[in-house]
């Protein structure tokens, strides 16, 4: 697809829109235009994975009221939301996903309203349709969420660290906000929110808002949102919970048993906070935390805002592992203050923020330590090409993802790709220039949503005014219409991998192991040595480099990772123990998929596969869940 038919789409739809004065994007961004870019129009798109229509009347903001059952596992109470009717609609659209709806209302008077649930429809569950009329300001839903609630995941005391009390935490992004919260599911549309939870009083509530540090005897929490959000970023966990600060504007929640290893790891977190706003300007929510919760999550991090939910898995007793951080972080610029406009253009959440996650890294590590995070990044991306095939629509970086999971498209390609496209541009016009833009992008469209077509405009206008052959010149089209990798991607090289590479060497010419000189290596090293070796390994070599490096053994979950792939491949059956114990306890989609993806390559390693996951799977969020239940079907 060319952008020329882009261009002109997003022409045809500007015009539409402006005739019709509806589109919620433009109204917003065409009263903040400046003189210098008076002719750039913004266009809006519609989300295919949402039943909302916020051109008629549209979410501004939410009151959750609602008690957590860890004995029936369900969310129940209500939400009131304040509406913007435009025009006068009689019919406001929500989107559901198996909720049981009990009631609702309209107004202070709460008069009864008349609802009907539509039919369901395959990833994106219901629509609620609420017969409303032009006076109605505010609607009230009481409801119980599902015990099969997808965003929900509820642990036994037994899966958690301290292994006395359960837990509780959500995964909104992408589309899961809806099962446990009737609402407009997409993530064009942002509301401020409060909320009122109750929970068992030994437990403390946590939420993408401000949080409370203490638990209290009631175990009743309030929680203010007052910079708009999208509906993914709605986040709520509750656990045997304490708090420890880091610094005046940063902090780390973790289960008692796991805050100590937490405050150690974290300890850079308030300068990190401090190197991003030195980059691209001021942080906007106030306080960061983190919430570090039990090996179940299914990412490494998610970045709800204010609190950013992580994986324990990056605990890895030496602080290697906290460019995580940074790149959740990162998104309190991307993604959450300017926000991908629906799942078709994720790369503009992803790709700028592991953009920015490199930025922070090199501001406080240095470049050759950035290097190798973005040569690693590198080798994922080639990988995934190659798994994708090099003309595949999931290549691209603008996706197409009507009629699929948009979780179908959380892949490399937006990180990876994304990230080497926008470092094109850094080099074409110089960091200067760059950053100078981007930092003004950030702040030009604060708390609104961005589409790609949107973003190529305001590139073109505000980046390459004053030389727009050098934008023709780029291959923007082929970066983000077009499939596989443009030839004028940027090389990446890693000092600090040369040394690995010729270890590597080394050892296949018969160094023995022990005597490799990796005394000063970090886990990326150690992780880049790893995917270096080759696939035919024999048992002996297998066991040649346990000995010397005690991979098995390993405490970085990066690491073992990587390794157990090799044990897999090779048939290297004393790291199998090992390798069980961590399918099993680790939910992290990352590092499980791959894991089984080797093992069913041979029928033997099918056995052990579906031997595991039949005693892993009920430790899975839902989300890892769908993914490996299509994998091992
Ligand atoms: N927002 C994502 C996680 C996500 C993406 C959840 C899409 C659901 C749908 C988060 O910021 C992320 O990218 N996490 C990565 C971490 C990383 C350093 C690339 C992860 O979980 O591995
Ligand atoms: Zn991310």
Redesign the pocket.
């Known amino acids: 697809m060319n952008f020329r038919f882009h261009y002109n789409f997003v022409i045809f739809i500007t015009l539409l829109f402006t005739a019709c004065q509806q589109s919620a994007t433009e109204q917003a961004t065409s009263t903040q235009q400046t003189t210098h870019n008076d002719t750039l129009s913004m266009s809006s798109q519609p989300d295919v994975h949402s039943f909302a229509r916020p051109n008629e009347a549209v979410v501004k903001h939410l009151s959750l009221d609602l008690t957590v059952d860890f004995n029936s596992k369900t969310l129940a109470g209500k939400v009131s939301l304040n509406i913007d009717n435009k025009t006068q609609t009689d019919t406001l659209y929500l989107d559901t996903y198996n909720l049981t709806i009990n009631k609702v209302t309209a107004g202070a008077e709460e008069k009864p309203v008349t609802y009907t649930l539509g039919k369901k429809v395959e990833h994106l569950g219901q629509a609620l349709a609420l017969v409303i009329t032009p006076e109605v300001k505010q609607v009230h839903i009481y409801y119980t969420t599902s015990p099969q609630a997808e965003a929900l995941q509820w642990l036994t005391p037994q899966q958690t660290a301290g292994k006395k009390y359960p837990f509780l935490f959500t995964?909104s992004?992408?589309i899961l906000a809806r099962t446990w919260v009737p609402i407009q599911d997409s993530p064009g549309i942002r509301f401020t929110y409060d909320a009122k939870i109750k929970v068992p009083a030994e437990l403390l509530a946590l939420m993408s808002a401000d949080n409370p540090t203490v638990k209290n005897a009631e175990g009743v929490y309030t929680f203010k949102m007052d910079k708009p959000i999208p509906a993914y970023l709605l986040a709520l966990s509750v656990g045997d919970l304490a708090f420890e600060s880091l610094g005046p504007n940063t902090g780390v929640y973790a289960e008692p048993a796991t805050l100590k290893k937490s405050v150690y790891e974290f300890a850079d977190l308030e300068k990190m906070l401090g190197a991003a706003e030195k980059i691209y300007g001021k942080y906007a929510w106030g306080r960061y935390d983190l919430l570090v919760l039990p090996p179940s999550f299914p990412?490494?991090?998610?970045?709800n805002p204010k609190l950013t939910f992580a994986t324990p898995t990056i605990l890895a007793g030496d602080r290697s592992l906290i460019?995580?951080v940074a790149?959740?972080l990162a998104?309190s610029w991307s993604?959450n203050l300017v926000t991908n406009q629906t799942w078709n253009d994720f790369w503009l959440?992803?790709g700028f923020?592991?953009y920015f996650?490199r930025r922070i890294m090199e501001e406080l590590y240095g470049k050759p330590y950035a290097d190798m995070l973005a040569l690693l990044g590198y080798q994922d991306l080639m990988q995934t090409v190659e798994e994708f095939g090099k003309d595949s629509k999931d290549t691209q970086l603008k996706l197409e993802l009507a009629g699929r999971n948009p979780?179908d498209g959380?892949s490399d390609i937006a990180?990876e790709k994304g990230f080497s496209f926008l470092l094109v541009l850094e080099k074409t016009v110089g960091r200067e220039k760059w950053d100078a833009f981007v930092k003004n992008y950030f702040q030009k469209f604060s708390f609104q949503s961005m589409n790609t077509e949107n973003f190529l405009n305001y590139l073109k206008a505000e980046l390459f005014a004053d030389n727009p052959q050098q934008f023709d010149q780029l291959n923007i089209q082929e970066w983000v219409y077009g499939q596989g990798i443009p030839a004028n991607i940027v090389k990446i090289s890693s000092e600090r991998f040369e040394a690995v590479d010729t270890a590597v060497q080394q050892w296949q010419q018969g160094t023995p192991a022990a005597q490799l000189k990796t005394k000063e290596w970090s886990s990326h090293e150690w992780l880049h040595f790893i995917r270096q070796l080759p696939d035919s390994l024999n048992i002996s070599q297998m066991s040649e480099l346990d000995k010397a490096f005690y991979f098995t053994d390993s405490g970085n979950s990066e690491i073992l990772a990587a390794w157990f792939e090799h044990a897999i491949q090779t048939q290297y059956k004393p790291a199998y123990p090992a390798l069980e114990k961590f399918l099993i306890s680790v939910g992290r989609r990352?590092f499980l998929t791959p894991l089984y993806q080797a093992l069913i390559k041979t029928p033997e390693g099918k056995k052990t596969a579906h031997q595991i996951y039949a005693k892993a799977r009920p430790n899975y969020h839902f989300v890892a869940v769908n993914t490996l239940d299509s994998l091992l079907k």
């Open positions: 995964q992004q992408a990412f490494g991090g998610m970045e460019s995580l790149h959740e998104h993604g959440n992803e923020t592991v996650e979780d959380v990180y990352k």
